[in-house]
């Protein structure tokens, strides 16, 4: 089988290709598992670190047939992960309208036209909630006050409706806030929430823009790329309500409860400056801190138990376990 990642060397696409890599299988569309003969990474930049046994393939997935030529026939998974994030595509209009729907359509059309249905894995995002209410259940409805999060639920709509009218098989995955993130900050609204751990536990200076009574729905690199894999994997059949949208668990942290794990790992609490900014403050402050997801613990989706234990496996996963 032939797997496709639709921003495949961006930080998830990349440690999701390695994982796929080193499990070497995937379910394929009669519902058994195969092997994964060749793992497809599709993106606008380059790599900075590339992998080897991996097709790379470089452009603009907003070009009008970039799809056609991108992916063959026989191609039998896709994940999409490729998106412009949430600050960027409020400060753009059209460029997160360009790249968040129209290249997602272009992508499902696509799909549409392979001989046999592929899986695909969508991410969307807690953006889709706006003024959310203190505890999201799963049948809260989406509210989106953002253009990020609008363009994410209508990409849930539209894999929804392509899967039900059998053009692909599709799973939408409202991520939660991905902490820790490695490298450096980035244009999504949540990028703060990588930051004010990431940046002292390397001696370096962070920013905080928002007050540290936020409540923040939060899941590590690890959880989140064995809940990709886990819900292509799920059989179709798991699906069946006709909902091809699923809440993730995750963990609810307050900012100021980062800022006390970050701390008890030997942080220097003292490298975080306090600069309040009122829009991403706006943005980030109508996502949802807390979710009841007993749709996504039924299915098997996994959780991460403590902040501790996330601050813990980004030390010992990209700082080597220094201090």
């Known amino acids: 089988m032939k797997v496709a990642i639709i921003g495949g060397h961006g930080f998830l696409g990349q440690r999701l290709a390695k994982r796929l890599l080193q499990k070497g299988e995937a379910v394929g569309p009669d519902g058994a598992l195969q092997p994964i003969d060749e793992l497809i990474l599709i993106d606008q930049v380059a790599p900075e670190a590339p992998l080897e046994g991996v097709t790379t393939i470089i452009g603009d997935v907003a070009e009008p047939g970039f799809f056609d030529r991108a992916l063959g026939d026989d191609v039998t998974s896709v994940f999409h992960l490729a998106a412009i994030v949430s600050s960027a595509a409020e400060a753009d209009f059209d460029l997160g309208m360009r790249v968040n729907l129209d290249a997602t359509r272009a992508l499902l059309e696509r799909c549409r036209a392979?001989?046999?249905a592929p899986?695909?894995?969508f991410t969307s995002s807690v953006a889709v909630f706006g003024n959310a209410p203190p505890m999201i259940e799963d049948d809260t409805p989406a509210l989106p006050l953002s253009s990020y999060g609008t363009q994410k639920v209508i990409g849930e709509y539209l894999v929804n409706d392509y899967s039900r009218k059998g053009y692909?098989?599709?799973r939408c995955l409202r991520l939660p806030?991905?902490?820790i993130r490695p490298g450096k900050p980035n244009r999504a609204a949540s990028s703060f929430a990588s930051s004010i751990l990431r940046e002292p536990l390397q001696g370096e200076m962070a920013i905080c823009p928002v007050d540290t009574g936020l409540s923040l729905w939060i899941q590590s690199p690890r959880v989140v790329v064995e809940n990709l894999i886990h819900a292509h994997d799920l059989a179709t059949d798991a699906w069946s309500d006709g909902a091809r949208i699923l809440n993730?668990?995750?963990l609810t942290v307050t900012v100021a409860e980062m800022i006390e794990a970050l701390a008890r790992a030997s942080g220097d609490?003292?490298?975080i400056r306090h600069e309040p900014d009122a829009e991403i403050a706006r943005i980030v402050g109508s996502w949802p801190g807390a979710m009841n997801t007993p749709r996504a613990t039924r299915l098997g989706f996994s959780k991460d138990e403590?902040?501790?234990a996330i601050v813990a496996a980004f030390r010992q996963e990209e700082l080597g376990g220094a201090r």
């Open 114 to 116: 392979m001989p046999i």
């Open 269 to 271: 609490t003292s490298l």
């Open 248 to 250: 993730l668990p995750g």
């Open 119 to 121: 899986r695909l894995v």
């Open 306 to 308: 403590t902040i501790d």
């Open 168 to 170: 692909l098989d599709g």
């Open 177 to 179: 806030t991905v902490v």
